[in-house]
């Protein structure tokens, strides 16, 4: 059977009120096109999981679909702050949402056990850091074998993960070229995993197989979406649109001008308009 459909369906059949989730790409292949299908359906109370929330989540965020976000560094990539998120925090706009902040290392290794299927993660880290004083989910256990001092956060286990690649043979295997983030490992962690891709091809061949990060039995379901990863960058297929990380930030500081462009740019459009947006990268 097909794993193939229409991301609109691919999103109503897999993500549900409440579910925790993960949208993964590190700079490269962030999948934007998912995301807006998930605003634009209304889902609400989610926990997102990212290790770089950025403009994205802003979005999500600001639409009042998050109750709480599970993160590392969050901004707007070589911009500023991520406008939406602050005033939920600071001023509980649209909605209050709870925060518990990570380092880079301690997403991926909680990513790692959670694809291990293990209930934590355990690494060296956050010696000498404060992120343990106000965050309660940072604990340390001795080692039994040398008596060092580890720490271990709880893994994460989300119940979809989402990513966008470059290409899906008819199989579902998934292939990524490129710059690699957590990806993998986010999916394998997941109960669900929705890719979305450039384009379908009948194989891989000539390519080297250790592109291909998720064979297809780990793949839920997966979506054409030209431009899926837009305004990022898809390695091979168009560039990183600078201006309009550069535009986010002057729209996110306006509640008004948010609402305009989201109405806009998300709620009345398609997926499909994605590939209007990277002609000419």
Same mark, same amino acid.
């Given at each position: 059977?097909?794993?193939?459909?229409?991301?609109?369906?691919?999103?109503?059949?897999?993500?549900?009120?409440?579910?925790?989730?993960?949208?993964?790409?590190?700079?490269?292949?962030?999948?934007? *096109?998912?995301?807006?299908?998930?605003?634009?359906? +209304?889902? &609400?109370?989610?926990? !997102?999981?990212?290790?770089? #929330? =950025? /403009?994205?989540?802003?979005?999500?965020?600001?639409?009042?679909?998050?109750?709480?976000?599970?993160?590392?560094?969050?901004?707007?990539?070589?911009?500023?702050?991520?406008?939406?998120?602050?005033?939920?925090?600071?001023?509980?706009?649209?909605?209050?949402?709870?925060?518990?902040?990570?380092?880079?290392?301690?997403?991926?290794?909680?990513?790692?056990?959670?694809? *291990?299927?293990?209930?934590?993660?355990?690494?060296? +880290?956050? &010696?000498?850091?404060? !992120?343990?004083?106000?965050? #309660? =989910? /940072?604990?340390?256990?001795?080692?039994?074998?040398?008596?060092?001092?580890?720490?271990?956060?709880?893994?994460?286990?989300?119940?979809?993960?989402?990513?966008?690649?470059?290409?899906?043979?008819?199989?579902?295997?998934?292939?990524?070229?490129?710059?690699?983030?957590?990806?993998?490992?986010?999916?394998?962690?997941?109960?669900?995993?929705?890719?979305?891709?450039?384009?379908?091809?009948?194989?891989?061949?000539?390519?080297?197989?250790?592109?291909?990060? !998720?064979?297809?039995?780990?793949?839920?379901?997966?979506?054409?979406?030209?431009?899926?990863?837009?305004?990022?960058?898809?390695?091979?297929?168009?560039?990183?649109?600078?201006?309009?990380?550069?535009?986010?930030?002057?729209?996110?500081?306006?509640?008004?001008?948010?609402?305009?462009?989201?109405?806009?740019?998300?709620?009345?459009?398609?997926?499909?308009?994605?590939?209007?947006?990277?002609?000419?990268?």
């Amino acid at each position: 059977m097909s794993k193939v459909m229409p991301l609109v369906e691919a999103v109503r059949e897999n993500l549900n009120d409440g579910d925790t989730v993960a949208f993964e790409g590190f700079t490269h292949l962030i999948p934007h *096109a998912a995301g807006h299908e998930v605003i634009r359906q +209304g889902f &609400k109370d989610l926990t !997102l999981i990212r290790m770089t #929330p =950025d /403009i994205i989540y802003d979005q999500m965020i600001g639409m009042g679909l998050a109750q709480k976000v599970i993160f590392s560094y969050a901004g707007n990539p070589g911009v500023g702050l991520l406008r939406r998120m602050r005033d939920a925090i600071e001023n509980g706009y649209p909605r209050a949402i709870e925060t518990v902040e990570h380092s880079h290392a301690a997403m991926a290794n909680a990513y790692e056990a959670g694809a *291990a299927g293990l209930p934590l993660a355990v690494f060296r +880290g956050y &010696k000498g850091a404060d !992120l343990p004083k106000v965050n #309660p =989910d /940072i604990k340390s256990i001795t080692c039994p074998y040398t008596g060092e001092e580890l720490a271990t956060v709880p893994a994460h286990r989300p119940d979809v993960t989402f990513i966008h690649a470059q290409k899906a043979n008819e199989k579902g295997d998934v292939l990524i070229e490129g710059i690699v983030g957590v990806q993998k490992e986010a999916a394998l962690a997941a109960r669900r995993v929705v890719v979305t891709v450039e384009e379908i091809v009948p194989d891989f061949k000539g390519l080297h197989p250790n592109l291909t990060i !998720l064979p297809h039995w780990t793949v839920t379901a997966i979506s054409v979406v030209k431009g899926g990863a837009h305004p990022s960058y898809t390695h091979g297929y168009y560039a990183r649109d600078n201006a309009a990380y550069l535009e986010w930030d002057k729209i996110s500081g306006d509640r008004e001008l948010f609402a305009q462009w989201m109405d806009e740019n998300v709620l009345k459009a398609t997926p499909e308009a994605f590939a209007e947006r990277i002609k000419g990268l």
